[in-house]
């Protein structure tokens, strides 16, 4: 190729990444401007039941743990092994498929995330044996960890500025729900059908990975930054048309605001650059604190009622779905603040009052009755639960959409090799000290999370996408 062809191909280049700058920009300032829709309530549920099966399949090993630790002889530090293995799992699927939903779409992405996670579930229902049992939760742990940042990238994509903070926490209250419907049919399964029946349910997502693609579409940002404008404006046109003609008159004027950045795709590395690396150890730090805190109080309750207050399987099993219920609580509590505190204010101060009842319960100890430890522990495990969601609303927000699922990978990475590590240090807590321990454990973990957010959290309420991103944008430029 001479020189001159080689100077009218970079040109070209130059002016194809131009327009697709231009067609992202107009793209994003068109969704910005709408208001919520049945159209968005629609691929709300969607991505809501998506999410929800995630739920249910993650926490089923809580509620089935009990069992197993009696029918396997499992000591305190083989089941944290137990529940490690699939969070291992979730870490890896986290990172992995955050990345494969840059390259190949969303939507695409969910659905393939599904069918893992059905089939991982299918398989455990019949393992014979505590090895079996630990890789089959590691490879469906897989397909569960790339769920919960997908889906949160996918609706903060779709979602104006004004209600993405809500939008993003009802997503995360059906992850609640989940919880809950598993601590239901946990009550009733178990007893009844025994601890396999559990998974045999978890496997019914199967069905939804086969409608997804007609229930919902891609994400029109991400088409957009693909040169793929065609397809993401029919999207965008669509979520118009579902606008009342009155309303759709009144809407303000497009303001299409250009990046700074070239909206190719970048390297994991591009979240430590100047404008991001703070965001991003900020969000970790988010995320390893306030998952050490919630998965270790969920999954680890109902066996601390069974081993360390001596409470008959039923009532364990009951008392764990109180703090079931209570992270549900927490969820919808925090669609009604996210969005009038503030990001900043909303996680300093579930991080500090989760701490509290768990100072108290580190200082009394045994001397506390199961039922109010159970009240306690649901009231800590409410505040964090708000925390736990609210991370799914802040780590997509601070990154531009060409690293935005890659950085909600991350945090969701960390989440997840955070649930390792915390379910093995309350094991070797109770192995070597006490529950006293366990709980003083759980108070330091959430006060770090306060200081952490109150220090260097960023606002981001009412901002745009494209505002946030283009604040890191401009400082990777001017460093």
């Not at 809500?166 to 995360?172: K, N, S, T």
């Not at 159970?374 to 964090?384: F, K, R």
Request: proline letters at 5%; one cysteine or more; aromatic letters at 10%.
């Amino acid at each position: 190729m001479d020189l001159s062809s080689t100077v009218k191909q970079v040109d070209a280049n130059t002016v194809a990444r131009s327009r697709d700058r231009h067609a992202a920009a107009l793209i994003s300032a068109r969704i910005e401007r709408l208001p919520f829709t049945r159209w968005h309530a629609r691929v709300l549920s969607v991505a809501g039941f998506v999410h929800m099966t995630d739920a249910f399949d993650a926490l089923t090993i809580a509620y089935v743990l009990p069992v197993l630790i009696g029918l396997w002889h499992l000591s305190p530090g083989e089941a944290a092994l137990l529940v490690s293995g699939g969070y291992v799992g979730q870490t890896i699927g986290a990172l992995v498929f955050s990345a494969a939903a840059e390259r190949f779409g969303r939507l695409r992405v969910l659905r393939w995330l599904l069918v893992i996670l059905a089939l991982g579930s299918l398989a455990s229902a019949y393992a014979p044996s505590y090895a079996v049992f630990i890789a089959l939760r590691f490879l469906q742990g897989i397909g569960l960890g790339g769920e919960s940042p997908v889906s949160a990238t996918y609706m903060n994509e779709l979602c104006p500025a004004k209600i993405r903070g809500r939008v993003i926490f009802i997503l995360q209250s059906t992850f609640a729900v989940g919880n809950l419907i598993a601590a239901l049919a946990a009550l009733w399964l178990i007893p009844a059908y025994g601890w396999q029946a559990m998974f045999v349910v978890g496997a019914l997502p199967i069905v939804l990975a086969a409608i997804l693609p007609r229930a919902a579409p891609e994400s029109p940002r991400w088409l957009a930054i693909n040169g793929r404008a065609e397809e993401a404006d029919r999207i965008v046109a669509t979520m118009e048309q579902a606008v009342p003609r009155d309303r759709y008159a009144a809407l303000p004027a497009l303001r299409a605001a250009g990046t700074q950045a070239d909206p190719a795709k970048a390297p994991f590395r591009a979240l430590f650059k100047r404008g991001f690396a703070t965001r991003t150890l900020t969000v970790w730090l988010m995320a390893c604190c306030g998952s050490l805190t919630t998965y270790g109080i969920l999954v680890w309750l109902p066996s601390l009622y069974r081993t360390v207050y001596h409470l008959p399987l039923q009532v364990a099993l009951r008392y764990g779905m109180v703090s079931m219920i209570a992270t549900l609580i927490g969820t919808l509590a925090g669609i009604f603040v996210i969005d009038w505190l503030g990001r900043k204010k909303t996680f300093a101060l579930a991080f500090l009052g989760a701490a509290l009842p768990m100072l108290y319960l580190a200082f009394s100890g045994t001397r506390v009755p199961a039922a109010q430890v159970s009240m306690l522990a649901s009231l800590s495990v409410a505040l964090i639960a708000i925390v736990q969601c609210g991370i799914y609303v802040y780590a997509p927000e601070v990154y531009p959409t060409r690293i935005r699922a890659r950085g909600a990978g991350a945090a969701s990475a960390v989440t997840r090799a955070s649930s390792v590590i915390g379910p093995m240090i309350i094991g070797a807590l109770l192995t070597y000290l006490n529950v006293e321990a366990v709980f003083g454990y759980f108070a330091f973990v959430s006060l770090a999370g306060a200081m952490v957010m109150a220090a260097f959290a960023m606002e981001t309420r009412g901002r745009t996408l494209d505002e946030i991103a283009g604040e890191g944008d401009a400082m990777n430029v001017d460093g």
